[in-house]
């Protein structure tokens, strides 16, 4: 019964949400041979990925993002490098200030429930860019007749 418990937190995990996206797009990298036949391809031909849409709006452009993403993912680091200088200001600058902030259990608490929220979010994230890529895995090997 514990190990049913164990598997079923496992399955709902961030690492697990991390490599089921990794594997989705390492299957859309692989599956995709020639990505220019994404090109100007709209994503409402495929209605998996219309409820999906955002700035970004032909299948190619959702393919290099992801890709992207992935990259991010793997690597640790921001594409912008602008993006990683501004978050290490911003961190030297509210370091000296948050070690006095911490001091009650109230923080603490709030600290507790900001990382829940932000977990959730993330897996929440990382499921819908997984189906992203799972669709477009899908759309292309249609297009080419796989």
């Known amino acids: 019964m514990m190990q049913l418990t164990r598997a079923r937190k496992q399955k709902h995990s961030l690492l697990s949400s991390m490599n089921h996206f990794i594997g989705a797009v390492n299957n859309m990298d692989q599956t995709v ?3 220019s036949l994404l090109m100007d391809v709209p994503l ?3 209605t998996a990925m219309a409820h999906l849409k955002s ?4 299948m190619y452009s959702h393919y290099q993002l992801l890709k992207s993403l992935r990259w991010d993912m793997e690597s640790g680091s921001s594409s912008g490098e602008q993006r990683r200088k501004e978050g290490l200001r911003r961190t030297a600058s509210t370091s000296s ?13 709030d600290l507790q ?5 932000h977990l959730a979010g993330l897996q ?3 499921s819908k860019l997984t189906l992203k890529a799972d669709s477009l895995t899908r759309c292309y090997r249609q297009r080419v007749g796989i």
Do not use: A
């Open 33 to 35: 041979m020639v990505p």
């Open 44 to 46: 409402d031909e495929d």
């Open 55 to 58: 700035d970004v709006d032909d």
């Open 97 to 109: 200030t948050s070690s006095s902030l911490l001091s009650s259990e109230e923080d603490e608490d």
């Open 113 to 117: 429930k900001q990382f829940q929220f």
């Open 124 to 126: 929440g994230v990382l």
